[in-house]
Nanobody, 112 residues
Framework: QVMLVESGGGLVQAGGSLRLSCAASRTFTFSDIGWYRQAPGKERELVAGLGASGRTNYVDSVKGRFTISRDNTKIYLQMNGLEPEDTAVYYC?????????WGQGTQVTVAS
């Protein structure tokens, strides 16, 4: 079992930066980790993914602005050049041992 807790969200002006963290309850091996977001009235979407090989992928709208990374117990999402369209609840997700784990989410609000 892996418990995930996100932090680092908040209110920021357009053009600003935030760094989201996702703390895991223990070290883990994984096949896939990712950051997702869900805006009001919209479906949850993958923002950034990181495979076990180290390969990353990003939704087109955040390429060049967001960076996903990890260490032994935390997953990070560095967000630069934030735009009002980035406003959403952000969730981390881990696939480990054939199971999928989600955090509870952290709110990011970007003011224009």
């Amino acid at each position: 079992q892996v418990m995930l807790v996100e932090s680092g969200g908040g209110l920021v002006q357009a053009g600003g930066s935030l760094r989201l963290s996702c703390a895991a309850s223990r070290t883990f091996t994984f096949s896939d980790i990712g950051w997702y977001r869900q805006a009001p009235g919209k479906e949850r979407e993958l923002v950034a993914g990181l495979g076990a090989s180290g390969r990353t992928n990003y939704v087109d709208s955040v390429k060049g602005r967001f960076t996903i990374s990890r260490d032994n117990t935390k997953i990070y999402l560095q967000m630069n050049g934030l735009e009002p369209e980035d406003t959403a609840v952000y969730y981390c997700r881990v696939v480990s041992g054939g199971r999928t784990y989600w955090g509870q989410g952290t709110q990011v609000t970007v003011a224009s």
